[in-house]
């Protein structure tokens, strides 16, 4: 079993930043691909970014690429998401999940682990 909870949300001005961080329970953290989900009001859960479990590959939802960095550390068993230039758009709950795997997941139900969601709100 894996316990993922995030931080790191909150309400930002459009063009700001804000971090948000994953930090995970397992003991084998290395061996979980992670990634970052969003839900915004009325819509379904969608892909933001993926790390495979050693971040030797990344991957990222066309609607983030050059403004939203994935990163992780094994060590700490962290994963951190550097979202940059926001826009009012990338409101939305965050959710991070976690799947022990060797591959990139891209897609919700392949992962098996979800943390509880932080709330992200960018203002115009």
């Known amino acids: 079993q894996v316990q993922l909870v995030e931080s790191g949300g909150g309400l930002v001005q459009a063009g700001g930043s804000l971090r948000l961080s994953c930090a995970a329970s397992?003991?084998?953290?290395?061996?979980?691909?992670m990634g970052w989900f969003r839900q915004a009001p009325g819509k379904e859960r969608s892909f933001v970014a993926a790390?495979?479990?050693?971040?030797?590959?990344?991957s990222y939802a066309d609607s983030v690429k050059g403004r939203f960095t994935i990163s992780r550390d094994n060590a700490k068993n962290t994963v951190v998401l550097q979202m940059n230039a926001l826009k009012p758009e990338d409101t939305a709950v965050y959710y991070c999940?976690?799947?022990?795997?060797?591959?990139?997941?891209?897609?919700?139900?392949?992962?098996?682990?979800w943390g509880q969601g932080i709330q992200v709100t960018v203002s115009s």
């Open positions: 999940a976690a799947d022990q795997t060797a591959g990139l997941p891209v897609v919700a139900n392949e992962y098996n682990y």
């Open positions: 397992a003991s084998t953290f290395s061996s979980y691909a």
């Open positions: 790390i495979s479990r050693l971040g030797l590959a990344t």
